[in-house]
């Protein structure tokens, strides 16, 4: 089974900028479209940025042109760029294959507030 360990949350005020990181442990990490996922109380997991195994990428709107999404595939790693950060985008964050395959990890606590 593969386990997915995010890091790089915390508290940052509006405006400000984080950078998630996440380590896959699968050998064959390359081949897997990835994608960030993030969660609030009450509410669904939403997908927020997605990445091929060729490095496509795609966004929902509501992130568009903020975050940037990009994979280290020598290092089974996924990262999430995040700019100019909104209230809105606090959430636990998450990645996963896309669609999600794997037992999701604990996450990472975005929380965007002044």
């Known amino acids: 089974q593969v386990q997915l360990v995010e890091s790089g949350g915390g508290l940052v005020q509006p405006g400000g900028s984080l950078r998630l990181s996440c380590v896959a442990s699968?050998?064959?990490?390359?081949?897997?479209?990835m994608g960030w996922y993030r969660q609030t109380p009450g509410k669904q997991r939403e997908l927020v940025a997605t990445?091929?195994?060729?490095?496509?990428?795609k966004y929902v709107d509501s992130v568009k042109g903020r975050f940037t999404i990009s994979r280290d595939n020598a290092n089974n790693l996924l990262y999430l760029q995040m700019n100019n950060l909104k209230p809105e985008d606090t959430a636990v964050y998450y990645c996963?294959?896309?669609?999600?395959?794997?037992?999701w990890g604990q996450g990472t606590q975005v929380t965007v507030s002044s």
């Open positions: 990445i091929t195994s060729g490095a496509s990428t």
């Open positions: 699968t050998r064959i990490f390359s081949i897997y479209a």
């Open positions: 996963n294959a896309n669609p999600n395959l794997w037992t």
